[in-house]
């Protein structure tokens, strides 16, 4: 079943540690996005890409870094967790179609101490 | 520039009444526009979206929504709310351009949905 998937659910790590955050999709999509949101807030943009070696920044400036190897695959990386980075993480991916439907993963939950 | 406004934030509805969460619009030409809905600790589900053509569009769980050009507005509707539509919705925007999208997707700032039975 065609899905896009989120990896881990929740984390909770130590100011300084480095950590990636999974995203994968069996969408087909070319597409891909990540999003950040605090608990029942708006969803702001944070990273993009159109494929494969392709990365863009979103609208919000965030400390965070993302890599496009394979189409499936979009992992996010925080090099070393602050306190501010405590949010939710939403990785998103487009199809081609009119409008360009974004279809959204589970979330990561982000708890860093 | 694109934005979209959702001017409630949180509608409160009795179950077996029909709800409506609004939406306006600001693009410079037409638009492509969303609606997604979000459960809590889970992430967006697509629930419908307006391209062209007919002005009712008729999404999943019986939610429908209605494009007004004049008024630059998509308000959510369902004729008969439930307990479990109790959640956060999400309205958005992007540009068409030529029928080709433009920009990146737009979303506004929420609105949260309590049906009370």
């Known amino acids: 079943e065609a899905d896009i998937y989120q990896t881990p659910r929740y984390l909770v790590i130590g100011t300084g540690k480095k950590i990636t955050l999974e995203c994968s999709q069996t969408m087909g999509h070319d597409k891909m996005y990540w999003y950040q949101q605090d608990p029942g807030m708006e969803l702001h943009l944070i990273h993009y890409?159109?494929?494969?070696?392709?990365?863009e920044k979103g609208d919000l400036s965030s400390e965070s870094t993302v890599s496009r190897i394979r189409t499936e695959h979009f992992p996010l990386t925080l090099e070393s967790a602050r306190p501010s980075h405590t949010s939710q993480y939403l990785c998103a991916s487009s199809d081609l179609g009119l409008g360009e439907t974004q279809y959204f993963g589970p979330g990561t939950r982000l708890l860093v101490l | 520039a694109q934005s979209v406004a959702q001017p409630e934030d949180q509608v409160n509805v009795a179950e077996g009444n029909p709800l409506t969460v609004k939406c306006t619009y600001s693009v410079s030409g037409n638009p492509y526009l969303f609606w997604y809905v979000q459960y809590p600790n889970r992430g967006l589900q697509f629930l419908l979206k307006y391209i062209t053509g007919d002005n009712l569009v008729k999404g999943s769980y019986g939610f429908e929504a209605e494009f007004n050009k004049s008024q630059t507005s998509f308000h959510l509707k369902k004729p008969s709310a439930l307990v479990s539509d109790s959640a956060l919705y999400f309205c958005?925007?992007?540009?068409?351009?030529?029928?080709?999208?433009?920009?990146?997707?737009?979303f506004g700032k929420g609105t949260k949905l309590s049906v009370k039975p």
């Open positions: 890409s159109y494929g494969v070696n392709s990365t």
């Open positions: 958005a925007v992007r540009e068409n351009k030529w029928g080709r999208s433009q920009g990146n997707l737009i």
